[in-house]
């Protein structure tokens, strides 16, 4: 399926602002799943130095400056990507048990070097007691890996309410598992918690979501939104598996990836400094289309 994806970030500031440095993770990755066959980065007002290159991740990041003075800045991304659907979908009661796959993962050879470092807390994911209370009710001695995780994508999508405007992404992940409420970034994180209090590495994924309007209505320009899910270690056989909480599923080609870290905080669209502008209004409008 291939996409064209806009997102457009506007920024309002009460103040001028003097500079401002701004790393973007904007452009999809390629991987085994998916291409992408073009992306362009236009920022207003123009900056004075902007460059691009990868992340520690490996995801393409572009780092800019404005020196301009600038009461608004503008930053849109505009975005064709391939992305192709499995081959098959993974049986969840084949493969590893999740209690096998914790002890292996530990063997610190081959491909589960790099899944290990994703197996210790991090700045937006911290595990505690009732995290792995809750876990485990999922996740029983010998229970395949796939299964156990797709229960819990399940029971999170079941007995927590999306709601927006109750947290941010400061919100601790114990917190969220209390009100029982958030949005995607919150089950994303909650869900890996989960998943690394008992020893599986677990990894953040950013993205867009295709979405569908309402039977006979148009979709609305702009009321697309950045999305989040996870992907969990299953071994070096089959590698990472993503699920989405959110939507109580397993993604395939409605879902487009732009990056993949530790929490948010490693993927987060637009993240810097700036000097000035005092209290600021931040305005978001995302786009994806599927067009062929």
Not at 145 to 162: G, K, N, P, V
Not at 203 to 225: C, E, F, M, N
Request: hydrophobic share 35%; net charge negative.
């Amino acid at each position: 399926m291939r996409y064209s994806v806009r997102h457009r970030t506007t920024f309002t500031y009460e103040e001028p602002v003097s500079v401002s440095h701004h790393v973007l993770h904007l452009t999809p990755r390629g991987f085994d799943r998916q291409r992408c066959l073009s992306s362009t980065i236009h920022v207003d007002p123009k900056p004075t130095l902007i460059s691009k290159g990868a992340d520690y991740f490996g995801n393409t990041v572009q780092y800019l400056t404005i020196s301009e003075p600038h009461r608004e800045l503008s930053v849109e991304a505009t975005s064709q990507v391939d992305v192709f659907g499995r081959t098959a979908s993974p049986s969840l009661t084949d493969g590893p048990s999740w209690d096998d796959l914790a002890q292996s993962v530990r063997t610190l050879a081959g491909p589960t070097l790099e899944a290990y470092e994703y197996l210790f807390d991090s700045r937006y994911v911290v595990t505690t007691g009732p995290i792995g209370e809750f876990a485990r009710e999922s996740f029983p001695p010998g229970r395949p890996l796939l299964e156990a995780t797709m229960d819990l994508t399940t029971r999170i999508f079941t007995q927590f309410t999306y709601r927006g405007g109750v947290s941010d992404v400061s919100t601790p992940v114990a917190e969220v598992l209390s009100m029982r409420k958030g949005v995607c970034q919150d089950f994303a994180h909650l869900q890996i918690a989960c998943l690394r209090s008992l020893g599986l590495p677990a990894r953040y994924v950013s993205g867009y979501l295709l979405t569908h309007p309402p039977a006979g209505h148009a979709k609305l320009v702009g009321s697309d939104a950045s999305h989040a899910w996870l992907s969990v270690w299953s071994g070096p056989d089959a590698g990472w598996i993503d699920f989405d909480p959110t939507n109580d599923l397993m993604p395939d080609v409605e879902h487009v990836t732009v990056g993949w870290g530790r929490d948010y905080g490693d993927v987060s669209p637009i993240n810097g400094f700036i000097l000035g502008g005092g209290e600021h209004e931040v305005a978001v409008a995302v786009d994806v289309d599927a067009v062929a």
